[in-house]
């Protein structure tokens, strides 16, 4: 039976997903949804988005753009980066992307150029990296970049009131226009968890990979999640970005 199994922020720790597609027992009739940010964090930066995009030729995948992503492809393309950059993990992908040939990184170029700012499915279920803030829909967003960098979709999630119902005047008209919403970007360790949060429609699966967390896969249709072990625990020797 075909699943539809989303996966989280990975920030270069493809030894995570590796081994988390082995847990999860991903297959080809399987639809993987990655929520973005492959890069900035740990060792295999570069080697993961090679991984991807051979993944790509043998499984179903729908690859949306993280701000991580974003920022990667603008310091290969212009050669410049904004220095908080190399704070969050970008030095190490920059490493990683030494080691690449110049037809690799062209590669990796149009995989950057080819990743989608948000996805709809057939049964209204939305899928992107961050968030949105048009009360319309993402199609009516104002500025695209806050499909990978907003936050408050998710912090207005967070604080509404489980008893408030829908119907009320004051329910955020956001929250009623998808029936699931599946982001990433802000790791739910910053609220002392390591496992995916549900809130109203929205479903977090940014489980801190990057920091002391472990990379997490999620079935869209059941429920049932699969983790990696602690991913700093599989670079002992890095620090991530911590």
Request: glycine share 6%; charged share 25%.
């Amino acid at each position: 039976m075909s699943r539809t199994i989303v996966i989280g922020d990975i920030h270069g720790g493809l030894k995570a997903l590796k081994q988390l597609m082995i847990k999860s027992k991903i297959t080809k009739d399987d639809t993987l949804i990655f929520l973005g940010d492959y890069v900035d964090g740990w060792s295999d930066s570069a080697p993961l988005v090679s991984f991807l995009i051979e993944l790509q030729e043998t499984h179903k995948c729908i690859f949306i753009r993280g701000n991580h992503d974003q920022l990667c492809y603008n310091w290969l393309t212009k050669k410049k980066f904004n220095p908080e950059w190399m704070i969050h993990g970008g030095q190490a992908t920059i490493d990683s992307y030494q080691k690449l040939s110049d037809s690799a990184i062209k590669q990796h170029l149009n995989f950057y150029e080819r990743l989608l700012d948000y996805h709809i499915d057939d049964t209204n279920r939305l899928f992107l990296h961050a968030g949105f803030t048009n009360i319309h829909g993402p199609d009516r967003e104002y500025f695209s970049k806050l499909f990978y960098w907003d936050r408050t979709l998710w912090e207005t999630a967070l604080s509404i009131d489980p008893a408030l119902k829908k119907t009320d005047l004051t329910y955020p008209k956001r929250l009623l226009l998808f029936d699931e919403i599946y982001i990433g970007h802000t790791p739910v360790t910053r609220i002392n968890k390591t496992v995916p949060v549900n809130a109203t429609c929205v479903w977090n699966i940014d489980t801190g990979a990057a920091f002391k967390g472990p990379l997490t896969a999620i079935d869209i249709k059941t429920k049932e999640y699969w983790q990696s072990d602690p991913v700093y625990q599989l670079y002992p020797d890095e620090i991530g970005r911590n």
